[in-house]
């Protein structure tokens, strides 16, 4: 059967099709250049010659005026920070004479003369082994056993579960912000009724809980996950052992923040001993250097050997121990 166009007679006019039903974009069916008639020309589109080399980097300049800044800003306020301890360290090694002599001048920070005489008479003068060994013994006791306290009262607070542990973390908010000097004299009375006076205890027991410490310990010990104590207590660990076995030991940087700073404070502490010390024989390091500069003859040479001997301690356990404490203090402001 043969078929022919006059059968089938379609015009435009039936089926009337206009570009605005079908939009067709150039984006969607791309078409590459060699593709096209001859007839279609490509544009090209002139660049402007840059030389990148010699652009000036303004954001790279300013950020490297501004580590400059920042660090001669850091080293004037460590060289403020280190200068005290550099005139007493080089003053401890003059005679007194020079002492006063060169406080004034650059030579105050130079070891013009170097003598071991001036640590001779701090022995000879005092009994500075017997106040030695009391700093330590009472800053010692302090330190350890309120780690163990403090961290079992953060532990408790942040990670059990019991009545009223609201109100004591509360309380314990609350007495950070109480000055030990507003409760000095009715503990000092309240120390002398129990006959604690003039000796360790009275110098290390009000000490040993600390309401900041526990606070530290808190704000670490409530961001950690509970993952850890979970799985732990499917094995059916008790809660003490949680705590040393699995908490502990992840616990390193705070731990080492609460020791140094309960050290820093108990080592120069001298209100309290002041107080409730009455003869040689339990005095800490601070009440004796006060007493060692009334002693007549006054030598200034002799009380800057003594401050070193004082401060040596300090310096070396912050150098022992600086790691932990910056990773401390990190961790409990980023988590706290």
């Known amino acids: 059967m043969k078929s022919t166009n006059s059968q089938f007679p379609i015009t435009n006019s039936q089926f009337p099709i206009t570009n605005s039903q079908f939009p067709i974009t150039n984006s969607q069916f791309p078409i590459a250049n060699s593709q096209l008639p001859s007839r279609h020309v490509p544009i090209s589109i002139p660049q402007l010659p840059v030389n990148l080399k010699t652009m000036p980097n303004k954001s790279k300049y300013r950020k490297l005026l501004s580590t400059f800044g920042s660090y001669l800003l850091l080293t004037i306020l460590a060289l403020l920070f280190v200068a005290p301890i550099a005139f007493m360290i080089v003053g401890s090694f003059k005679p007194d004479n020079s002492?006063?002599?060169?406080?004034?001048?650059?030579?105050a920070f130079l070891p013009t003369e170097v003598s071991w005489q001036n640590y001779r008479d701090v022995f000879a003068r005092t009994n500075f082994g017997l106040f030695f060994f009391n700093s330590v013994l009472t800053t010692a006791i302090i330190v350890i056993a309120g780690l163990v306290v403090n961290?079992?009262?953060?532990?408790?607070?942040?990670?059990?579960?019991?009545?009223?542990?609201?109100?004591?973390?509360?309380?314990?908010?609350?007495?950070?912000?109480?000055?030990?000097?507003?409760?000095?004299?009715?503990l000092f009375f309240q120390m002398t009724m129990l006959g604690l006076r003039n000796t360790y205890i009275v110098q290390i027991l009000p000490f040993i809980g600390n309401a900041f410490s526990v606070y530290l310990f808190y704000t670490f010990f409530i961001a950690l996950p509970k993952e850890l104590e979970e799985a732990a207590r499917v094995d059916g660990a008790s809660t003490i052992r949680i705590f040393w076995e699995i908490i502990v030991p992840v616990s390193k940087p705070v731990f080492a923040s609460v020791a140094i700073l309960?050290?820093?404070?108990?080592?120069?502490?001298?209100?309290?001993?002041?107080?409730?010390?009455?003869?040689?024989?339990?005095?800490?390091l601070p009440v004796a250097i006060a007493s060692f500069q009334a002693l007549p003859p006054l030598q200034w040479g002799d009380i800057m050997a003594f401050g070193v001997m004082m401060v040596a301690p300090v310096l070396v356990v912050f150098i022992m121990f600086q790691k932990w404490f910056v990773q401390g203090v990190a961790a409990t402001g980023n988590k706290g």
């Open 262 to 284: 309960n050290f820093l404070s108990q080592w120069g502490a001298f209100l309290w001993p002041l107080m409730v010390t009455i003869d040689e024989t339990v005095r800490p």
């Open 99 to 107: 002492v006063l002599a060169e406080a004034g001048t650059i030579k």
């Open 151 to 186: 961290s079992l009262a953060g532990y408790a607070l942040a990670r059990l579960r019991w009545r009223g542990r609201d109100w004591l973390l509360l309380m314990v908010l609350a007495l950070m912000i109480i000055p030990f000097e507003a409760i000095a004299v009715p």
